[in-house]
């Protein structure tokens, strides 16, 4: 019984573990995905993984956002025909794979013009052996519900609270 027990928490730690490690970035903080902001002073500093998460908030209908492929297409602010935008104004993209990604506004000027562009390093799963970075790529669910930036405390107590109803 001790042997089950015992494979039972592990089983739970190993499920719950990437959840716990991933973080959500609320990009540009309170000001959201919006004109005329310095997102690279906003992601400066911070630590992007594979698992986590970045949450674009805006009014739906008036910006949107769209992955490009690389530098100079982020720099030349270029969309392809073939590229989805993303259009909710709630739209959360999780990180897949470690390298460089690039986002910007589709909207006619607002990359352009209004610098609504972000370029961020994503690093390897943390905890991971991690194998060499390889090209960027990202899964986006449109319209996700918007959840707190900061899950990992509470994700942290229903963990603990299983691990006491096994034990005892």
Do not use: N
């Given at each position: 019984m001790k042997a089950f027990t015992?494979?039972?928490?592990?089983a739970i730690a190993a499920t719950l573990a990437p959840s716990i490690l991933a973080k959500e970035f609320l990009v540009g903080d309170s000001t959201g995905w919006t004109i005329n902001y310095d997102y690279e002073s906003w992601a400066k500093g911070k630590e992007f993984h594979v698992g986590d998460k970045l949450v674009f908030k805006y009014p739906k209908g008036i910006h949107n956002v769209i992955r490009v492929d690389n530098a100079t297409a982020y720099e030349k602010c270029l969309v392809t025909t073939e590229t989805e935008a993303l259009s909710s104004g709630n739209d959360v993209i999780t990180l897949t794979t470690p390298?460089?990604?690039?986002?910007?506004?589709?909207?006619?000027?607002?990359?352009?013009?209004?610098?609504?562009?972000?370029?961020?390093?994503?690093?390897?799963?943390?905890?991971?052996?991690g194998s060499g970075?390889?090209?960027s790529t990202t899964s986006a669910s449109k319209g996700s519900s918007f959840a707190p930036t900061h899950h990992d405390g509470w994700m942290i107590a229903i963990f603990g609270i299983l691990v006491m109803i096994i034990i005892v």
């Open positions: 015992l494979f039972l928490v592990l390298g460089k990604t690039w986002y910007i506004c589709g909207v006619i000027r607002h990359c352009a013009e209004g610098e609504q562009k972000i370029a961020i390093e994503v690093l390897p799963k943390k905890l991971s052996s970075p390889s090209p």
